[in-house]
């Protein structure tokens, strides 16, 4: 059984910095796909970013040069570190997981696997 378990949530000011944690356990990939989604209170979940097995990533277009992703294959982590935030960031972030490794599927929000999700709050 797969579990994703993010961290590193919380609330800054706008203008602010976070970074998020995700810590995968309990399967075993030949390769995987891994990204953030985020949804906030009466929106649809929005891509955030997604990083494929061999590091290509891929961003959502709202957070392209204040957001970067990166994992850890070996400790099977995932990280997003955040800039410049701005009340429009306010939303729950989830981690997701997919073994298909195809950024182009997994950014329409295809992925067998996800976390409980984050809550990120950007005040003005």
């Known amino acids: 059984q797969v579990q994703l378990v993010e961290s590193g949530g919380g609330s800054v000011q706008d203008g602010g910095s976070l970074r998020l944690s995700c810590a995968a356990s309990?399967?075993?990939?030949?390769?995987?796909?891994m990204g953030w989604f985020r949804q906030a209170p009466g929106k649809e979940r929005e891509f955030v970013a997604g990083?494929?097995?061999?590091?290509?990533?891929l961003y959502g277009d709202s957070v392209k040069g204040r957001f970067t992703i990166s994992r850890d294959n070996t400790k099977t982590r995932l990280y997003l570190q955040m800039n410049t935030l701005k009340p429009e960031d306010t939303a729950v972030y989830l981690c997701?997981?997919?073994?298909?490794?195809?950024?182009?599927?997994?950014?329409?929000?295809?992925?067998?696997?996800w976390g409980q999700g984050t809550q990120v709050t950007v005040s003005s």
């Open positions: 309990g399967g075993t990939f030949r390769s995987y796909a």
């Open positions: 990083v494929g097995y061999s590091g290509i990533t």
């Open positions: 997701a997981l997919d073994p298909r490794d195809a950024l182009g599927i997994f950014r329409n929000g295809r992925a067998d696997y």
